[in-house]
């Protein structure tokens, strides 16, 4: 098993190697959530990092860790991989092509255009918007970087673990979004291995949840992608999973489900109560506590606010408790506090 080959060492090398680029970023208290859940709350806010989301840790690793001669990278991505991708080959001063499906909001594809990489819109799936940037890297050269299957990806993750335990040794459960497993595999690796008594969750939506679904099972499965206000949360994990699947499997304590409308609610609690705006995809550890699915919670609790990089009429329309309709799917919209 190669999972084997991915230690703590090469989380702390990924965290020499992103110093400086990708920030540290703040761990902040929620009164809000410590009242709710009767136990110390706190928000790693993964929003400060210079690209909205935490995904610039991985890329950047990956990026830095390319050979010398190599013309540029390329990733298939529903958005925040795509961006930390050509935030981190800007940096270098390589070529980035980014391939998405037709189903990621144009606020992700504009930011994307917006740090210098070059977008294919290929398919409507991302394992069809995979196969165009594998077709990238052996016509043209270029090194593909999984979103969340590559050791150096899940490496500089990872670094969001070390950051968590120096900020707060005492920390006793870490609530993580959870999509391909690369954030949640490498947070785990890196917190129980300093800390084996550590709880990590990882928290998924109820629509196509693949690492959820991959756990239960024993082995990788295929989902239906379907529109959520999670999209960052969406696509498979690949049949062919090489570390993500193993990692999740040997290191996550729990994963657990959202709804869509508990997606929502968390979105609206984090925005009038923390004064934040979060990406859904990264509110299901706030959604899945207000929506009671977090029992016996052993505090203190950090919850990672993975992103911020969303549609803002969707988020205007949620924080005016509007329904939102997505693909053919309708949330039901509701005022806070009613
Ligand atoms: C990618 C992403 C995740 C999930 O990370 P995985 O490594 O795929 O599990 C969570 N939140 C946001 C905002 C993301 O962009």
Known sequence: MRVMTLTLADVLAAQKTIAGIATDTPLVPSPFLSDKSGTEFLL???????????????????IANLPG?????????TGNHGRGVAFAARERGIRAVVCMSS?????????????????????????????????????????????????????????????????RPDLETILVPL???GLAGGIALAAKTIKPSIRVIGISMD??????????AGRPVEVTEVASLADSLGGGIGMHNQYSFDLCRRYLDDTLLVSEEDIYAGMQALYYEDRLVAEGGSAVGVAALLAGKLERLKGPVAA????????????AAIIAG??????????RGRRYGT
């Open 103 to 167: 189903m990621v909001p144009k606020a992700k594809v504009d930011g994307i255009r917006a740090l210098g990489a070059e977008v294919h819109i290929a398919g409507e799936s991302q394992d069809e918007a995979g196969a165009e940037s594998l077709r990238l890297s052996e016509e043209e050269g270029l090194a593909q970087i999984s979103p969340f299957d590559d050791a150096q990806v899940i490496a500089g993750q990872g670094t969001i673990g070390l950051e968590l335990l120096a900020q």
């Open 44 to 62: 790693k806010l993964e929003i400060a990092q210079p690209i909205g989301a935490f995904k610039l840790r991985g890329a950047m690793n990956a």
């Open 179 to 181: 999509s391909g497993g």
């Open 304 to 315: 990672i606010i993975t992103g911020r990089n969303l549609d803002m009429a969707i988020h």
């Open 69 to 77: 001669d190599v013309p540029g990278a390329t990733c298939c991505s």
């Open 207 to 216: 629509r196509g949840a693949a690492m959820h679904e991959s756990l239960a």
């Open 322 to 331: 509007d329904d939102v309709t997505l693909g053919e799917t309708t949330i």
